[in-house]
T-cell receptor, first 111, second 111 residues
Framework: AQTVTQSQPEMSVQEAETVTLSCTYDTSESDYYLFWYKQPPSRQMILVIRQEAYKQQNATENRFSVNFQKAAKSFSLKISDSQLGDAAMYFCAYADYKLSFGAGTTVTVRA | DSGVTQTPKHLITATGQRVTLRCSPRSGDLSVYWYQQSLDQGLQFLIQYYNGEERAKGNILERFSAQQFPDLHSELNLSSLELGDSALYFC??????????FGPGTRLTVL
């Protein structure tokens, strides 16, 4: 079974600054997908960004970007120009036929 | 709005009872997934249906069952409820298994 590890239970960032969330995973597969989901206080799960393992180029979605290191099985999320609305729990997820989630990182944004 | 709907939003019931949670996937999505989010277990995959057929099972208890109907909506049935079944239950849908869109969830409280 794939395991996903998020080693940072909480992260705090000043508004307009940058924060990076860590994620590592374990798999024996060569082709897979990785995701970051955001869960704000409303509890809705919102897809932030996805990365296909066969693509070397790191995915970017506006202020969100990833650093995908396939050999190291690392998939970090960088939030640039942090906004108050970015405050949420962020989950890293590995996809095969299902999603396997990490424990989550709570991001607090300071005004 | 992900396009996935779930009803009810909240459910409060007593131990030993049975409840049914309902999910309507995004238009065109054949796959439906059920996840449970609890404080102690995190986000866990329960079961997947594809076009009416069970495709994969995760950490789903024998007291729980699901089905997907010809119109592709799905129901998750939870019986002989215990206090520990209190959780947020998510439904997700996808065209393929690599990108899943989540509904708003059903919060179940067992008293």
């Amino acid at each position: 079974a794939q395991t996903v590890t998020q080693s940072q239970p909480e992260m705090s960032v000043q508004e307009a600054e940058t924060v990076t969330l860590s994620c590592t995973y374990d798999t024996s597969e060569s082709d897979y997908y990785l995701f970051w989901y955001k869960q704000p206080p409303s509890r809705q799960m919102i897809l932030v960004i996805r990365q296909e393992a066969y693509k070397q180029q790191n995915a970017t979605e506006n202020r969100f970007s990833v650093n995908f290191q396939k050999a190291a099985k690392s998939f970090s999320l960088k939030i640039s120009d942090s906004q108050l609305g970015d405050a949420a729990m962020y989950f890293c997820a590995y996809a095969d036929y299902k999603l396997s989630f990490g424990a989550g990182t709570t991001v607090t944004v300071r005004a | 709005d992900s396009g996935v709907t779930q009803t009810p939003k909240h459910l409060i019931t007593a131990t030993g009872q049975r409840v049914t949670l309902r999910c309507s996937p995004r238009s065109g999505d054949l796959s439906v997934y059920w996840y449970q989010q609890s404080l102690d277990q995190g986000l866990q995959f329960l079961i997947q249906y594809y076009n009416g057929e069970e495709r994969a099972k995760g950490n789903i208890l024998e007291r729980f069952s699901a089905q997907q109907f010809p119109d592709l909506h799905s129901e998750l049935n939870l019986s002989s409820l215990e206090l520990g079944d209190s959780a947020l239950y998510f439904c997700a849908s996808s065209v393929d298994s690599n990108e899943q869109f989540f509904g708003p969830g059903t919060r179940l409280t067992v008293l």
